[in-house]
């Protein structure tokens, strides 16, 4: 059964936080129960979302990324850039995921920030891009800031025109119109919106920072020794049905859902064999470079002994239990953790 076609409905709703004069541009959230809190998906994987149709009205959206004004300002500024185009835009997936604007516009300055458990993959980032700073002493989580003016200059050429999400976009309009009003640079506004798209490495960094690879045993009276296996993948946002069902209809099968009554977190959830090669086929070609790295190559091993009908013995089942205590643990490494984000 086909899912029903969605419109989308375009609303200024992005998280503000207030705290005197800082305007906080946020749209991270805290996930929780990424192992333990997934609906049973029973016959409802069919209902793929296949299409969702826009107004005529809507900012037009492109596939391809754009790097040349964040190339040639980095040139500019470090005398070359050596940094690859595929690192980039999977850079740009896990910002989306997990980074956040702050803009004071009172004492006219702004930083960026990105809060994660991994501090490994923090040190890559600063590494890769040649600056910014690390940070973990006293701090419940590490992050990764930026708050010099010629760096926040370069990151603002880098998102502008190369953002997915719709409420990012505009976060980013905002901080390029603080950097025109300040006569930083001139940077003309790109309004353009990027549509998510398997041929580049966006979902494999936006994985990094919002996805889940997950797999359950549960008891069933008619199966083979009692028990049934099913593979999931999983990713959460915060007002991102569109998003995820852009991504439900690239993958073909699965579905979205609002995962909390009474909040905006909407899930994308696949635990369909027909979804699993091309969620295979794309993080191989697309690795990730967080710990989930290792989740997905063990919910890989699951997905082959599946395959082979091994969950129908006891030494598979078995081994396949070892494989899910393996995937869980690392989740347990890599779950968000910090404040979450209240209006004020």
Same mark, same amino acid.
């Given at each position: 059964?086909?899912?029903?076609?969605?419109?989308?409905?375009?609303?200024?709703?992005?998280?503000?936080?207030?705290?005197?004069?800082?305007?906080?541009?946020?749209? !991270?959230?805290?996930?929780?129960?990424?192992?333990?809190?997934?609906?049973?998906?029973?016959?409802?994987?069919?209902?793929?979302?296949?299409?969702?149709?826009?107004?005529?009205?809507?900012?037009?959206?492109?596939?391809?990324?754009?790097?040349?004004?964040?190339?040639?300002?980095?040139?500019?500024?470090?005398?070359?850039?050596?940094?690859?185009?595929?690192?980039?835009?999977?850079?740009?997936?896990?910002?989306?995921?997990?980074?956040?604007?702050?803009?004071?516009?009172?004492?006219?300055?702004?930083?960026?920030?990105?809060?994660?458990?991994?501090?490994?993959?923090?040190?890559?980032?600063?590494? !890769?891009?040649?600056?910014?700073?690390?940070?973990?002493?006293?701090?419940?989580?590490?992050?990764?800031?930026?708050?010099?003016?010629?760096?926040?200059?370069?990151?603002?050429?880098?998102?502008?025109?190369?953002?997915?999400?719709?409420?990012?976009?505009?976060?980013?309009?905002?901080?390029? !119109?603080?950097?025109?009003?300040?006569?930083?640079?001139?940077?003309?506004?790109?309004?353009?919106?990027?549509?998510?798209?398997?041929? !580049?490495?966006?979902?494999?960094?936006?994985?990094?920072?919002?996805?889940?690879?997950?797999?359950?045993?549960?008891?069933?009276?008619?199966?083979?020794?009692?028990?049934?296996?099913?593979?999931?993948?999983?990713?959460?946002?915060?007002?991102?049905?569109?998003?995820?069902?852009?991504?439900?209809?690239?993958?073909?099968?699965?579905?979205?859902?609002?995962?909390?009554?009474?909040?905006?977190?909407?899930?994308?959830?696949?635990?369909?064999?027909?979804?699993?090669?091309?969620?295979?086929?794309?993080?191989?070609?697309?690795?990730?470079?967080?710990?989930?790295?290792?989740?997905?190559?063990?919910?890989?091993?699951?997905?082959?002994?599946?395959?082979?009908?091994?969950?129908?013995?006891?030494?598979?089942?078995?081994?396949?239990?070892?494989?899910?205590?393996?995937?869980?643990?690392?989740?347990?490494?890599?779950?968000?953790?910090?404040?979450?984000?209240?209006?004020?």
């Amino acid at each position: 059964m086909m899912g029903p076609s969605y419109r989308e409905i375009r609303v200024n709703n992005f998280a503000i936080c207030w705290n005197s004069s800082l305007k906080r541009l946020r749209s !991270t959230f805290i996930s929780k129960n990424l192992l333990n809190g997934t609906q049973s998906a029973g016959n409802r994987d069919q209902n793929v979302v296949k299409n969702y149709s826009t107004s005529a009205s809507e900012t037009i959206r492109e596939k391809s990324f754009k790097f040349t004004n964040f190339y040639n300002d980095y040139c500019r500024k470090y005398g070359k850039c050596q940094i690859d185009e595929k690192w980039l835009e999977w850079f740009i997936g896990f910002v989306e995921g997990d980074g956040s604007i702050y803009i004071d516009n009172k004492k006219s300055r702004c930083y960026f920030v990105i809060r994660q458990k991994e501090i490994k993959i923090l040190e890559e980032i600063q590494k !890769t891009l040649g600056f910014g700073n690390v940070k973990s002493i006293g701090e419940s989580c590490p992050k990764y800031i930026v708050t010099d003016k010629q760096n926040i200059i370069l990151l603002a050429h880098l998102f502008n025109g190369n953002i997915i999400i719709a409420h990012r976009q505009q976060q980013v309009s905002q901080l390029i !119109t603080l950097i025109n009003n300040l006569k930083w640079d001139l940077i003309e506004i790109d309004r353009r919106i990027l549509e998510v798209d398997l041929t !580049t490495r966006w979902l494999s960094g936006f994985t990094d920072a919002e996805g889940c690879f997950n797999i359950t045993i549960q008891k069933r009276q008619e199966v083979k020794l009692g028990y049934r296996v099913r593979a999931k993948f999983i990713l959460d946002q915060n007002n991102g049905q569109v998003l995820l069902k852009q991504i439900c209809t690239l993958f073909g099968y699965g579905r979205v859902y609002l995962r909390y009554k009474d909040r905006t977190i909407y899930r994308y959830l696949t635990d369909s064999f027909k979804s699993y090669e091309k969620i295979i086929d794309y993080f191989t070609q697309n690795p990730l470079k967080t710990k989930k790295k290792q989740s997905f190559e063990n919910w890989q091993l699951v997905y082959k002994k599946l395959l082979q009908k091994e969950h129908l013995t006891e030494h598979g089942l078995e081994e396949i239990r070892n494989l899910a205590t393996k995937i869980n643990i690392i989740q347990s490494k890599v779950k968000k953790q910090g404040k979450s984000l209240k209006k004020k």
